[in-house]
């Protein structure tokens, strides 16, 4: 990912959820490492997965003053999803997914979004949210892709850039501590046997 691709996503404006105000998404990273998970939906099963898997990084993060943050591309499903606790970070919402076309994160169309909510990668993924009671729901755009951005201090430097190519593609919790070059130990969800189950995308 280039540093020109940064700096423009960083002037693009977000809202944040607590406050309802309107920011660049740069001030997140602006004195302070962070990691951004860009959400494919505030309803999606393995989205809500993801961000309980990273917040278990929290203690660790707050530790070496690394950010969490989370990015979804539209308000649909934000209550709920505020509501059931599953991610530690503060929420942003990228109205205009500004951010989302910037970083290349596709989007899927009529052809190729049942084959990737089948794919193994993502069955294994609701399998571990299904296993842990996290629900979904079909609300949203269900054509839109994420991915996670880790940023250091200043926006000086991307340390790690995942863009999903499946619904079910995340950034293992090792990895994200292992770019920080933050030390410590973190219990990832058990990996379950893949079945036929469809990904509640």
Request: net charge negative.
């Amino acid at each position: 990912m280039s540093a020109d691709i940064l700096k423009k996503i960083a002037v693009n404006e977000v809202k944040d959820v607590k406050t309802g105000q309107t920011v660049p998404l740069g001030c997140v990273w602006e004195t302070q490492a962070c990691v951004v998970l860009f959400l494919r939906r505030f309803g999606c099963q393995v989205c809500r997965w993801t961000a309980s898997e990273l917040s278990k990084l929290q203690p660790q993060l707050d530790q070496a003053n690394v950010r969490l943050i989370g990015v979804g591309p539209e308000d649909v499903g934000l209550e709920e999803f505020v509501q059931g606790k599953f991610f530690a970070g503060d929420l942003f919402v990228d109205e205009t997914k500004q951010c989302y076309k910037d970083l290349g994160y596709r989007r899927y169309n009529a052809l190729n979004v049942i084959p990737a909510a089948a794919s193994k990668k993502s069955r294994e993924v609701i399998s571990k949210a299904k296993a842990e009671g996290i629900p979904g729901n079909f609300k949203g755009d269900l054509m839109q892709a994420g991915g996670t951005l880790i940023v250091s201090a200043g926006g000086e430097k991307v340390l790690l850039n995942m863009v999903q190519d499946s619904p079910g593609d995340h950034v293992e919790l090792e990895e994200v501590l292992k770019v920080l070059g933050v030390e410590g130990t973190v219990q990832a969800s058990a990996q379950p046997k893949c079945d036929d189950t469809m990904c509640t995308m």
